[in-house]
């Protein structure tokens, strides 16, 4: 079983190291991001611990981009505030399980196990509407011949969009899906985003996929002009 821990405090990375190698696993440490990325994508490993905060490149990004990247070994992210801020952004990110520091070694220890036994997360299902094509595996959307860059929450609001397969999403199903149940900011959030989205993928082809339906929500479907 092999772990890749990437974490930028010394004495806790080997701390970890070492009660990970007690245990029997084969355990490689890294203390920065950017090398830790490069790990995590050359070595074949069973699960990664992966710190936020870290010289180099953060761990958020270390982890999107090995799921941008199709990399799906199961990540532990090692949360350093208790908010649940720091989780929905983890898991938000690509990561499988997170854990607040300060943590105990038999948590870690138990929390790994488990992940490895899952083993990576399949990869999602491709979803399409007439010119959309959205791989949640690899987030990447193309419309028609045109790869589109979204931001990770355009791209979960799309993705949702989607998966209502033609029926009316409302503003509220849509901040409990997207933002999270806990949501507790402007709730015109959600026009705001779907605002983003058209100029990405209605305005530029003269299209019209993103329906307003008033006093309901949103749907989406595909304009007469893409056939
Ligand atoms: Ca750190």
Known sequence: MRVLVIEDEIALAEAVRD????EGYDVDIVH???????????????????????????????C????????WTPILML??????WDEAEALDT??????SKPFSFVVLLARLRALVRRGAPPRPAVLELGPLRLDPGTR???RGADVVKLTAREFALLEYLMRRDGNVASKAEILDHVWGMDFAGDPNVVEVYIGYLRRKIDQPYDSHMIRTVRGAGYRLCVDDRDG
């Open 19 to 22: 009660g990970l190698v007690a």
């Open 140 to 142: 990447r959307l193309e």
């Open 32 to 62: 920065d991001g950017a090398d830790g990325l490069w790990r995590a994508r050359e070595g074949s490993y069973d699960a990664i611990v992966l710190d936020i905060l870290l010289p180099g490149m953060n761990g958020y990004k270390v």
């Open 94 to 99: 690509g990561a499988d399980d997170f854990l």
């Open 64 to 71: 999107e981009t090995l799921r941008d990247e199709g990399v």
């Open 79 to 84: 949360t350093a505030k208790d908010g649940e």
